[in-house]
């Protein structure tokens, strides 16, 4: 195939925010299974905007290797971020794309093939409107199969911008299951509250087991302070056991309401989870109050194991410390 392009330049600088274009190649002619076939890895700052791939089966004419997820693990997470359904559904299909091949401006499945005693399959999709943001690193991968058990010939190229850099750094680490941690972040909860032993793995593939403990309190309020906020991008990432489901509750940071940590499905097989809270903010050691709102349907409360601070980049103010916890009173 022949291919021509022209480049023209519009005289100015890009913004400074900006961030360099990219495509990266992955191929293989037969994925491993149980590990995700890899989209995608950078470490650095950046958007994931789109996916073209071309998928096949492994000496079998079966379509099988469309029912696996699309896994997206951001900014050292160890639970996947973004979970999909099913590789017809990543790319805005549905039912093994049961309507014959479609092209669309943002997505579309241009060809399905029988060549040499196997199936292939071609889709796209351009992130343009709900591009994937990360901060440190992003890595995405696609599962072969339901449960990843089927080996895939898989060709796909991956768009994305990035600049090189953190845009994000770990500033604090407060563990709730430690006594000590919580004296030092000026934990205090309404209830009592009950520190459970907890052996499990987070979602995802392979399995990444892990031995730990979650406090688990009823609904209501605690209170604790994150020390070395530099801002004006935060995120507190707070670690908890998926075993009990809903756990939804509202986060106010200094005061003020920041958001809220959402519902969460029930995993009794995979009980470590992590989900992330962004908010914008140019204060320094932030007083968090996490207010937790009963289940519907139980009434059963919260769980907390570890939160961890993130902030830009920047020399961290240094942390006077709040004489006698009475901010998070």
Known sequence: ????????TAGVAPPRESGLFGAALAAADATPTGV???????????????????????GTLARTYLEGDERVFLDDS????????????????GFSFDGGPFGLALHGSPYHLLRGGSDLTAAYRLMLTDAVPFARRIR?????????????????????YLR???????????????????????????????????????????????????????PGAAGFVLFGAVGP????????DAGQAWQRADVYVNGRFAGAFPPSEANPFRRWRETDLDLVTDEGDLAVQVVALP????????????????????AARASPGVAGCVATE
């Open 233 to 240: 991008r935060i995120r507190i990432r707070r670690r908890f």
């Open 164 to 218: 090189r850099g953190a845009g994000l750094v770990k500033r604090d680490v407060f563990d709730v299951s430690l006594a000590g941690s919580r004296e030092d972040h000026c934990y205090g909860c309404d209830g009592a509250l009950t520190v459970k032993p907890l052996t499990s793995a987070f979602e995802g593939e392979p399995p990444s087991p892990m031995a730990g403990a979650a406090l688990h309190r009823p």
């Open 36 to 58: 995700d076939f890899p989209l995608l890895d950078l470490e650095g700052e950046g958007r994931f905007v789109g996916l073209f791939a071309e998928l096949g089966s492994v």
């Open 295 to 314: 289940d519907p349907a139980s009434g059963a409360g919260f769980s907390e194991a570890v939160y961890e601070l993130w902030s830009s980049p920047g």
């Open 1 to 8: 195939m022949t291919a021509s392009y022209s480049i023209r």
């Open 140 to 160: 995405a991968g696609l599962e072969g199969g339901r449960v990843g058990e089927v080996a895939m010939r898989a060709r796909t190229v991956a768009y994305y």
């Open 78 to 93: 160890r639970h996947p971020q973004i979970y999909g359904t099913g590789v017809e559904d990543l790319f805005g299909g």
